[in-house]
């Protein structure tokens, strides 16, 4: 049962282009989350999806972010017009049902030049 | 709402030592607790869990944690360090049942030396 697949794993846009991360959960789980980790800092939640729905976004910026979870295929987070405050790393991470054990994918590592 | 407060950024232990990492919560309901350990340019890997009943858990690799409601604490430990161990550690919380985010500490990054 392969893991949580993210790709890529390095992205490097210049500022104002847009950045397209993917997140496939494991196999079985309907339940997406994208978590932001800036620098020496901890891991800060932004979203939470369900196949087709947004069930929490209460960590997404308000502006220029925006994570979709369509029927098929892979969970995306878009980033418009990217600033170098973006650079980060964006960990996604599924579960099989509301509330269970989370597991992780490796990350996109995202630099804004 | 939860928070989490990882004591001490950066924690250095010889090879054989007890490790200590500290972790503490506030959780406005019944908290679900989580460490985790993440290895340089990689993912987050669950090293234990606490969710509900025997308040000492057992994780992989030799670790394990207490939740003192008390206390509000959920620190990690090992008897014996070993050079493998040297990561960065994540304390986290949710609020348990149906709810899902993850509120992380800021992690505390372990040091391991001969």
């Known amino acids: 049962n392969a893991g949580v697949m993210q790709n890529p794993r390095h992205l490097v846009r210049r500022r104002g282009q847009e950045a397209r991360l993917r997140c496939s959960p494991m196999?079985?789980?309907?339940?997406v989350y994208w978590y932001r980790q800036l620098p020496e800092e901890g891991l800060k939640f932004m979203v939470y999806?369900?196949?087709?729905?947004?069930?929490?976004e209460s960590g997404m910026p308000k502006e220029r972010f925006s994570a979709e979870f369509p029927k098929e295929g892979p969970s995306i987070l878009r980033i418009q017009q990217v600033v170098r405050g973006d650079s980060a790393a964006y960990f996604c991470?599924?579960?099989?049902?509301?509330?269970?054990?989370?597991?992780f994918g490796p990350g996109t590592r995202l630099t804004v030049t | 709402a939860q928070s989490v407060t990882q004591l001490g950024s950066h924690v250095s232990v010889s090879e054989g030592a007890l490790v200590l990492l500290r972790c503490n919560y506030s959780?406005?309901?019944?908290?679900?607790l989580f460490w985790y350990v993440q290895y340089p340019n990689q993912g987050l890997q669950l090293l234990l869990k606490?969710?509900?009943?025997?308040?000492l858990v057992k994780g992989i690799n030799g670790f394990e944690a207490e939740f003192k409601k008390s206390e509000t604490s959920f620190h990690l430990t090992k008897p014996s360090a070993h050079m493998s161990d040297a990561a960065e550690y994540f304390c986290?919380?949710?609020?348990?049942?149906?709810?899902?985010?993850?509120?992380f500490g800021t992690g505390t990054r372990l040091q391991v030396t001969l």
């Open positions: 991470a599924s579960s099989p049902r509301q509330g269970d054990e989370q597991y």
């Open positions: 196999k079985g789980h309907s339940h």
């Open positions: 999806l369900q196949k087709e729905n947004i069930i929490d």
């Open positions: 959780s406005s309901v019944p908290p679900y």
């Open positions: 606490y969710t509900t009943g025997a308040t």
């Open positions: 986290a919380v949710s609020g348990g049942g149906t709810a899902s985010k993850l509120t």
